[in-house]
């Protein structure tokens, strides 16, 4: 079946959403736009998953300063002692230094990739948050498209539903994984204690 979409363009991904094509045809046009600017100046919800992906962040790179410079002390204390070090001693701490190099570089490694699956994570979680939430305002006004206000040359303010987006879209319950908590196992049943001999009489 043809339809008519609504395109919204998220920087990240595009968004469509749909009206049947004989809805379309059968009431009169109304359209509106949504400004992703002024979303995310006034969703508190946004931004405070942007806040607490800045601290994983802050985090992360906080993690890998410690590691370099505990790397940078042992090198700086070769530098000045290698010589009057015993071979034995010198070439302990050079291999230690190694160590410490290669656990930099797999810790900067793995924190590269916790970052950017959590950022992909988050991106699809708001996508799928944003997309309920202007459908369920543009089946409820009737709207035959909603636009994204960075994709339009011109249009009239009285068409922004901006505000109306960040008061639903904060109103949800922030859910960070998207999943209920799995309920834990129940605990097993003991067996019965055997039953102890009578004495005879």
Do not use: W
């Not at 924190?111 to 988050?122: G, H, M, T």
């Not at 202007?134 to 498209?145: D, G, P, S």
Request: aromatic share 6%; hydrophobic share 40%; glycine share 2%.
């Amino acid at each position: 079946m043809k339809k008519c979409l609504v395109i919204l363009s998220m920087g990240f991904a595009a968004i469509l959403f749909a009206v049947p094509f004989h809805e379309c045809l059968a009431q009169e046009a109304k359209f509106a736009f949504v400004d992703f600017q002024k979303f995310a100046a006034k969703s508190k919800r946004a931004q405070n998953q942007q806040q607490k992906f800045a601290q994983m962040v802050d985090a992360k790179r906080a993690a890998l300063e410690t590691k370099k410079k505990e790397m940078e002390a042992l090198n700086e204390q070769l530098q000045k002692q290698g010589p009057m070090l015993k071979e034995e001693t010198r070439n302990e701490k050079i291999k230690q230094l190694g160590i410490k190099e290669m656990e930099f570089k797999l810790a900067e490694k793995e924190a590269q990739n916790a970052l950017q699956n959590e950022q992909r994570e988050q991106q699809e979680i708001f996508k799928r948050d944003i997309t309920k939430v202007i459908n369920q305002i543009r089946a409820a006004k009737h709207y035959t498209l909603i636009f994204d206000s960075a994709a339009l040359l011109s249009a009239d303010d009285a068409l922004d539903i901006t505000d109306e987006v960040v008061r639903l879209y904060d109103a949800e319950p922030e859910d960070a994984k998207g999943a209920a908590a799995k309920p834990k196992p129940a605990a097993p049943t003991q067996a019965p204690a055997p039953a102890k001999p009578k004495a005879p009489k």
